[in-house]
Each structure stands twice: as C-alpha cells, then as structure tokens.
C-alpha cells in the first residue's frame, strides 16, 4: 500500500533562517506531488505542483520554492523565512486520475 | 473557488442529526469532485468522491449529491457523531488538468 510522509512534524525557525520541508512517497511511481499551505482556521492554499523529476508548477509567487530530485522525493525550501510564512505545510500525492492522499503536515512556526 | 483568506463557516448539530454540508464550485467543466475531512492538526482523508456523470453517490453513512444546474455540492452524513466533528473540504478538478481547487472549507461541531 501507498504512504506518505513528512518531516519534521514541527518546526520553529526564526526570521530570516532557511527551511527544508521533505516529502517521500512509498509504494507507487511517478505520482504527482503537491505542497500546500494552510492558515490557521483557513482553507488550502495550493503552492506547487510537480508531475515528473524536475518538474516544478508554482502556482503564487511567494518567497518559497520547491525541488523533486527523485520520483517520490518532494521538497519545500526557503533561503529566508518571512513571519508569514508560518502555517501548516501539508505534502500530497495522487495517480493521474483519482484524489489526492495528503501527508500528515508539517507545523512551522516563523518567530 | 479558492479558499485563501476566508475564515470557516461553523455547522453545529446534535450527535444523531442528520448533518448537511454544502459547497459551490467554480468550473463548469470541472468532471470530479471529493469531500476531504479534516481532523485538527492532521492531514486532509478522502471522504467520498463523484464525477460529473454522476448525481448521487453513497458510502457508509455519507452521501454526496451533485447539482451541475446550479454547481453545487452537498456531503450528508446520516446519524452525525462526535468523531465527524472536523473540518470539511469539498475540491473540484477541471479537465485535463491536476490539480485540485479546493473549496472554503465548513466546520462540524456535533455536540453529545
């Protein structure tokens, strides 16, 4: 069976420090991969999007980026975290014709 | 339609209700449809989905109905327990497309 998983399941980083957020996927290929963003109380925020290795969609321009070295391999970074950057970062996967299967999220807090 | 900068509207119902969520999409030609749940502090479960050539659609003690008329969405969960207390999403998919455009969101709140 698939899963997902990401880390850290928390994260408390300062203004100004870099972030990497890792999602790996298991037991499927060549999924697709989403990262979003959720707001405390608020809906989700789709970041980017990847259908292949080094193929990245960036769907708001944003002070984020995101890497796929590998197949299942989704990465989130920042050179410099903003206090708005803070939210919860959720990774999912999906075949190209059924739903998405989100991660269970990351929690980064920017002081 | 997106869901950024709008705050959560709350349905709060008795445990044993019947609970009714709604939601309106955006695209006309969007052809699939899921109602993800949202416990607190945890990822998004798929619920239930439809695709457009379909109206209604049952699961176990869900049913999600299609209006393509009007582009509406509902999710009913039959004899509402505590445990459905969460957040409730409803997402949509456009043809040809992958991505998902996810919908405000509403709160269930079932209280014993």
């Known amino acids: 069976s698939q899963t997902i998983h990401q880390w850290p399941a928390t994260l408390v980083q300062p203004v100004g420090s870099p972030l990497s957020l890792e999602c790996t996927v298991e037991?499927?290929?060549?999924?697709?991969l989403y990262w979003y963003r959720q707001a405390a109380g608020r809906g989700l925020q789709l970041l980017f999007y990847?259908?292949?290795?080094?193929?990245i969609s960036s769907e708001v321009p944003q002070n984020l980026s995101a890497s796929r070295p590998q197949d299942r391999q989704f990465i989130l970074s920042s050179k410099k975290l903003l206090l708005s950057d803070s939210g919860f970062y959720l990774c999912a996967w999906s075949d190209r014709v059924s739903e998405q299967y989100f991660g269970p999220g990351t929690r980064l807090t920017v002081t | 339609g997106e869901s950024v900068g709008l705050h959560l509207p709350t349905l709060s119902v008795q445990e044993g209700d019947n609970s009714i969520i709604n939601c309106a999409y955006s695209n006309s030609a969007s052809d699939y449809f899921i109602w993800y749940k949202q416990e607190s502090g945890k990822g998004p479960q798929f619920i239930i989905d439809i695709r457009s050539n379909m109206d209604k659609r049952q699961g176990q003690r869900v049913t999600v109905l299609l209006n393509k008329t009007v582009k509406h969405l509902s999710l009913q969960i039959a004899a509402t327990q505590p445990g459905d207390s969460a957040v409730y999403f409803c997402?949509?998919?456009?043809?040809?497309?992958?991505?998902?455009?996810f919908g405000t969101g509403t709160r269930l709140l079932v209280s014993p």
């Open positions: 037991g499927t290929s060549n999924p697709n």
């Open positions: 997402a949509e998919r456009g043809t040809g497309f992958q991505k998902l455009v």
């Open positions: 990847s259908v292949g290795i080094g193929q």
